[in-house]
């Protein structure tokens, strides 16, 4: 066998050299951090065998740059320059005033409260909210007050059928739309305009305990009186109710007015006669 066959059968390659030898740049970095992970992950910043320091620092910066970014968990022992710093950071405004919401809209025949706006912005401002929770939590309770609201007229509308059903047994036929329209007149006469405002703010408006009270007092008093004071005739008869009321004297005996009505030489043939001209007033006029 030839010199040439005899070298070429020792080597440990057909070239006679080791291609696989590893690169000198993972020679470059401390013992400690040759191993197998860290040449994956540093392998990204080599070019033709060795280092791309830009690449380097660009990473670096890449990474302070996200760590200036971040924002640290609050801590029990931060003091409040840390926590005005930290709630900056998440968005709050610089000041309670600089919340810039959208107010909701607001059930008919009920204001917009700026005072009850500016007390909860005040208050969202110390607990560090941003603006977007802030017009979360206003959206919310709007909702809130919508559905409450429309609770209670439904709970209004229910007590209302309720009582009418009650008070036309104990008061059939026309006598219901009379006895009402005296109940009507006698709250006007007797109460001012806020005990009636506090009558209808606790739903006692459709009470028929105190209506049929108010209808026993008004029978007490002389109608002529309760229709005419104060000029609060209307207050107790529509159109509908004057034409009950007139039918009521004109045909029913038991009226107080029937018989002075009919009668000239009554002694309360003129009061009657008045009031009688009241409710045609009220029937043929505009009002509703």
Known sequence: MSEETNEAATGDNLLGEDVTSQSDWIESLPEDMRSDDNRKRFEKFVENDEFNIGKVLKSYDHMERGYSDRIPLPKEDWSDDEYESFYTKLGRPESSDKYDIRRPEMPE????????????????????????????????????????????????ATQKAESEEILKKEWPGQEYESKLGLARRTAKNLFDEDFLKMINSKGLANEPTLIKNLAKIGSLLSESKVGKDRETFSFGHDKNTASVEINEIMNNKEHKFHNAYWDHADPQHKEANEYMNQLYSMRYSDAK
Request: aromatic share 10%; no cysteine; proline share 2%.
């Open 109 to 156: 025949d009920y204001p917009y409260n700026e005072a009850l706006e500016k007390s909860f912005k005040d208050r969202a401002f110390n607990a560090g909210l941003n603006g977007k929770q802030v017009q979360e939590l206003i959206d919310w309770q709007a909702e809130q007050l919508s559905a409450e609201m429309s609770n209670n007229t439904v709970s209004e």
